[in-house]
Every structure is written in structure tokens, then in C-alpha cells.
């Protein structure tokens, strides 16, 4: 079964700084796509950004990028330029085929004016 | 958007009632939609894969007498709990995803979710 591991349940960053959150996965399949979710106050789960397996080059957008390393089986979120919004829970997640996301234990990113 | 509409957001039932959540894609017909349980500051777990026109898929652990699943259109799945208790309350939350797009690269999409709190 593929597990996805967040190994910080927390960290704090100063408004502006940039933070990265890591996540590890295990799978023994070659393809499949992988996701940061953000989950605010209000519970909503709200997609940051994805990544395909497939694709070597890390995944864009805005302040948000990644850094996928398919052999080490990592895939860590940087949040650049933070602001006072982007507190939330962020959960890694993993999808291959069937649909079924497995979410990590998520990381609580709290942002200090 | 696609948007996945959850209802209700929030609901009290007593020890013993059955509770209904419904889960609605408002865009887009979904086969498949998916029931997620968290509890207070831990992740989603999958519960259930709810297949149009078909029974539930159940994950290992998951009460399917307990915790029922209706798939009964292409844009409508119901959660019932059914003799509630109170280790039932939890923080519920569906998703869907868009049948017209590919299964390997269109993201899911989430319903608001609904917070149970059985007395």
C-alpha cells in the first residue's frame, strides 16, 4: 500500500520568508501524480499545486513550487514570499491510478507577521 | 469551476438517529466520488469510493452496515451514519471527480464537508 509521510507537524514563518515543507511517499508504481493541498480554518480542502510523475521538471505556480526527487520518492513544498493567508494545515497527497488520493499526516504552516 | 456542494455543513444528532450527507458535483457528472473521515487536527482518511449505478467500495476498517453509501446519479452520493454514537462525530468531507476528463490527470474536487456531532 503506498503510504505518504510529512515528517514536520508544524512550522512557522516569518511574513515574506520563504518555507519549504517536505514530504516523503512510498509506491512501487512509475506512474502516478502527486499534490499539495491546503486546508484553512474552514476546513476547505483547496489544491496548491501538482505534479505528474512523468515529468522531470518541478511544478510552478506562483509562490508555490516543488521539488520532485522520484528516486529519493520526495516531494517538498516551497512557499515563497509567504503571507499572512497562507496559514493552514497542508496536506501532501499521492494518486495513481483508481483515483483514490492518500493523504499524509499534513503540516501546520503558521505565518508571524 | 467544478464545484462539489456538501450538505449539511453542520449537524447535531442524538445517540441512536441516523444522520444523511449528501454530496453534490454542481458542473460535472462524477461516477465516482470519494468519503473522507478527519478527526480534530489529523489527516483525511478514505472511508469509501462510491460508484455510480454500483455498491460502495469499503476501506479496510470502514463499517459498510454502519456508514451507508448511495450513489444513485452521476451527480449526487449520500452518506448515511446510521445508529449514531457519539465516536461517530468527525469532520466529514467528499469529493469528486469530472468523468469527461482523464482519470491519471484531472485533480478531485472537494465539498465543504460536514462536522457531526452526535450527543
Known amino acids: 500500500a503506498q503510504t505518504v509521510t510529512q515528517s514536520q507537524p508544524e512550522m512557522s514563518v516569518q511574513e515574506a520568508e520563504t518555507v519549504t515543507l517536505s514530504c516523503t511517499y512510498d509506491t512501487s508504481e512509475s506512474d502516478y501524480y502527486l499534490f499539495w493541498y491546503k486546508q484553512p480554518p474552514s476546513r476547505q480542502m483547496i489544491l496548491v499545486i501538482r505534479q505528474e510523475a512523468y515529468k522531470q521538471q518541478n511544478a510552478t505556480e506562483n509562490r508555490f513550487s516543488v521539488n520532485f526527487q522520484k528516486a529519493a520518492k520526495s516531494f517538498s513544498l516551497k512557499i515563497s514570499d509567504s503571507q499572512l493567508g497562507d496559514a493552514a494545515m497542508y496536506f501532501c497527497a499521492y494518486k495513481a491510478a483508481g483515483n483514490k488520493l492518500t493523504f499524509g499526516g499534513g503540516t501546520r504552516v503558521l505565518v508571524k507577521p | 469551476g467544478a464545484v462539489v456542494s456538501q450538505h449539511p455543513s453542520r449537524v447535531i444528532c442524538k445517540s441512536g438517529t441516523s444522520v444523511k450527507i449528501e454530496c453534490r458535483s454542481l458542473?460535472?457528472?462524477?461516477?465516482?466520488m470519494f468519503w473522507y473521515r478527519q478527526f480534530p487536527k489529523q489527516s483525511l482518511m478514505l472511508m469509501a469510493t462510491s460508484n455510480e449505478g454500483s455498491k460502495a467500495t469499503y476501506e479496510q476498517g470502514v463499517e459498510k452496515d454502519k456508514f451507508l453509501i448511495n450513489h444513485a446519479s452521476l451527480t449526487l452520493s449520500t452518506l448515511t451514519v446510521t445508529s449514531a454514537h457519539p465516536e461517530d462525530s468527525s469532520f466529514y468531507i467528499c469529493?469528486?471527480?469530472?468523468?469527461?476528463?482523464?482519470?491519471?490527470?484531472?485533480?478531485?474536487?472537494f465539498g465543504n464537508g460536514t462536522r457531526l456531532t452526535v450527543t
Open positions: 469529493s469528486a471527480r469530472d468523468q469527461d476528463r482523464s482519470p491519471y490527470n484531472s485533480p478531485l474536487h
Open positions: 458542473d460535472f457528472q462524477a461516477t465516482t
